[in-house]
C-alpha cells in the first residue's frame, strides 16, 4: 500500500508451510488505520486496529480476532497522520494476552535507537509500564503476565504530565511524566520499540486483539467502558 508514490511501511515474508492459520498485517487508509482482510481464497485474516473507519464500520472489521506476535514480529506506520503524543492529551487502551511481555504501542523516531521523549506502553517483568525516554516511566502494581486476556488503558494530561494506569477497568499507579521536547519525524509502532528499550524483551509475546487511541484523557468514570465504545466515537484517532 502507498501513498504520495511513496512506502507506508515495508516488510519482507519468508512463507513456508505451517499447521497454524497465519496472519497477514496491513496498515492502509489516510489515517494510518490497520485494517482486517481477507485473503484471495476467501479465508479470514486479521490485523490489530487503531481507530474508525469513515463512517460507520462493517460488523466484520468492529472485533477482529487478536494477532499473534511471536517475539519478531511488528507493524511500524512511517506517515502516523493524526497519530501524535506530543502535543495534546491522550488514551492508550489495549486489550491483550502474554506470558512474557514485551512492547504494546510506542512514538519514537525512526531507526533503531529509543529516544528522548519517545513514548511506550510495553508489559515489563510483568508489570504495565508507560515510559517517556529520559524523562521517566510509571509502572503498574499489577501484574498482567499471566496468559489471561487483560485490558490495559493509560491517559495522559499533557498539561499537568500526570500519567494513569487502569488495568481491567481498576485504577492501579499514576505519576507525573513531563516532556522535554517533542519528536520532529516520528513513527508508530504496535509490537516492538527498539533493539534496546524495553528490556529484557521489546518485540512484544503474546495475542494483541485491539488498540485504541484516543484523543484526549478519557475521564477515570469511562475506563472500564474504553475498549466497548463504538468504533463512531469522535475522540478516537
Known amino acids: ?4 508514490s511513496s512506502p507506508v511501511f515495508s516488510r519482507t515474508f519468508n512463507v513456508g508451510p505451517r499447521d497454524k492459520e497465519m496472519v497477514l498485517q496491513v496498515a492502509r487508509g489516510p489515517k494510518a488505520r490497520l485494517r482486517t482482510m481477507a485473503s484471495g481464497d476467501g479465508a479470514p485474516g486479521a490485523v490489530a486496529f487503531l481507530g474508525p473507519e469513515l463512517g460507520s464500520a ?3 472489521l468492529s472485533k477482529p480476532p487478536p494477532v499473534r506476535f511471536e517475539g519478531d514480529t511488528a507493524i511500524e506506520m512511517t506517515k502516523p497522520g493524526d497519530i501524535d503524543l506530543s502535543h495534546g492529551d491522550f488514551t492508550i487502551a ?17 531507526g533503531e535507537r529509543w529516544v528522548p521523549n519517545g513514548k511506550s506502553l510495553f508489559v515489563r517483568n510483568g508489570r ?5 525516554g529520559w524523562v ?8 498482567v503476565d499471566d496468559g489471561n486476556w487483560h485490558e490495559a488503558v493509560l491517559t495522559y494530561e499533557r498539561a499537568t504530565g500526570r500519567a494513569r494506569l487502569f488495568i481491567d477497568g481498576r485504577r492501579d499507579e499514576e505519576g507525573i511524566l513531563a516532556p522535554k521536547g517533542s519528536l520532529a519525524d516520528r513513527v508508530a509502532r504496535i509490537g516492538f520499540t527498539a533493539p534496546d528499550f524495553p528490556e529484557p524483551v521489546s518485540y512484544f509475546h503474546g495475542r494483541i486483539a485491539e488498540i485504541r487511541l484516543y484523543k484526549q484523557a478519557i475521564d477515570p468514570d469511562e475506563v472500564a467502558k474504553v475498549m466497548t465504545t463504538k468504533v463512531s466515537d469522535a475522540r478516537l484517532v
Open 94 to 110: 489495549s486489550r491483550f494476552q502474554t506470558r512474557r511481555g514485551g512492547s504494546l504501542f510506542c512514538e519514537t523516531t525512526p
Open 128 to 132: 504495565l509500564v508507560f515510559d517517556i
Open 136 to 143: 521517566g516511566a510509571v509502572e503498574s502494581e499489577r501484574r
Open 1 to 4: 500500500e502507498t501513498g504520495n
Open 58 to 60: 462493517p460488523k466484520s
